[in-house]
């Protein structure tokens, strides 16, 4: 039983007809074949992609699986499994060896902060993403959800690195439940991991699970509660939260510059 019933605050059925009518035009603006997708097994891209192809068909949907070596075993059959559901074209693109040739290069590179190593791997992947979609017109459509943009749970050009969003705005709990009445209800029950290092989950990175997480997101976003009324329920992980959200709010914007135009040299 939820405080803030963030699951069903949502209208399925409308958010999936506007999310697939958002991929559609947004392809044909920007004059492209298609797009292109990382699927990891995960319950994000795993609706990214299942809407994609909704929206545009299967021929025009590239999925790439990129392991490393911290993907397990059971995370490329589940994106296997998503493969061949939605009939997508694929390719796989091992990472691990462009991950130790380029830590190689560094002088001090050093496996001790997990935070700056493990970044190197999504920063890779965007890079192999943006290689496919130059070479066949596509876009690099991005899977990250609502939850993982407002707390800045992304690397900066790495995931984050994207032409567009198709399920940001969607609260992780929701993606979870869209994927379920998409026919994907096992890979709805995976605890969601980037797998940036041995032993990597979202929820023990974040501290609190999504359950708690987008209780507190929602109560504070969508129904404006303060923070004040959340903590009766939720106690410090609103604090944990909002302070996070506060930190990461540059990962949303475009990078700063001076204006020196001359209209603001007038002023």
Known sequence: MFVYDVVNALDYEKARSIITAFISQYVQRAGSRGVVVGISGGVDSTVAAALAVEALGRQRVLGLLMPSLYTPPEDLKDALDVINALGVEWKRVDITPIYDAFVKTLPDFSQENRVAAGNILPRIRMTVLYYYANKYNLLVMG??????????????????????????????????????RLGFADIAKKPSSPRLWQGHTAEGELGASYEVIDQVLYAVFDLKKPPEEVKGFFGEVVDIV????????HKLTPPAYPDITPARRNV
Do not use: C, H, M, W
């Open 143 to 180: 899977t990250g959800d609502r939850s993982e943009l407002l707390l800045g749970y992304l690397t900066k050009y790495g995931d984050g690195g994207v032409d567009f969003l198709p399920i940001g705005s969607l609260f992780k709990l929701q993606v979870r439940e869209l994927a379920a």
């Open 242 to 249: 909002i302070t996070r959200v506060k930190k990461n709010i």
